[in-house]
């Protein structure tokens, strides 16, 4: 589980009391002074990659460690929220294999390279990230929610990275809820509560 831009482990482990699922094990790294990147995840890959390659390192340890005290891979899900669902989705995209899924909370994939696009107002002036991702995920969950109007996650990269995960085998489902907002909904705490319980 992996907190957002400013959260902390505590925060991210405080979803599992509304979950209500007592048998299940969940580990939770902190990044450094909060925060796992300091630009928005829409930034050129050249200011992303080098502290997308450090979240990556600490999600593959705590999986590891997760294995290591008997857990299946194939029980392992990742979860995240905001920054940490742009983490969590992209090391699902780019080394999740064998993994149950990902839950995606307001957040899109980072992406692997930058496109030759022009800057885009659906992805809030940015320029369009290459989505290439080698493998497959057959049979693996995707739950990514985002409000329509949220100020961090441009509804049109949730729905590129849900295609993303889709052409890779995943079964991603994408949720969209209505008007502005930034926050872990209702309907994300009952999508989780029921692939967690399956």
Known sequence: MVHGRGGSAEDILGLLGPLGLPDIAAIAPEAPGNSWWPTSFLAPMAQMQPFVQDGLAVVRSAVSELEAEGLPRDK?????????ACLVLEAFAREGTGLAGVFALSGGLVGTADDDGAPDPALYGHRPKRLDYDGRRDGAGAWLSVHERDPHIPLQRARDSAAALAAMG??????????????????DLAAMRARLNG
């Not at 392992?76 to 940490?84: D, R, Y």
């Open 170 to 187: 995943a079964h991603a489902e994408l949720k969209v809820y209505p008007g502005a907002g930034h926050a872990v909904m209702r309907e």
């Open 76 to 84: 392992i899900w990742l979860a995240g929220f905001s920054q940490g």
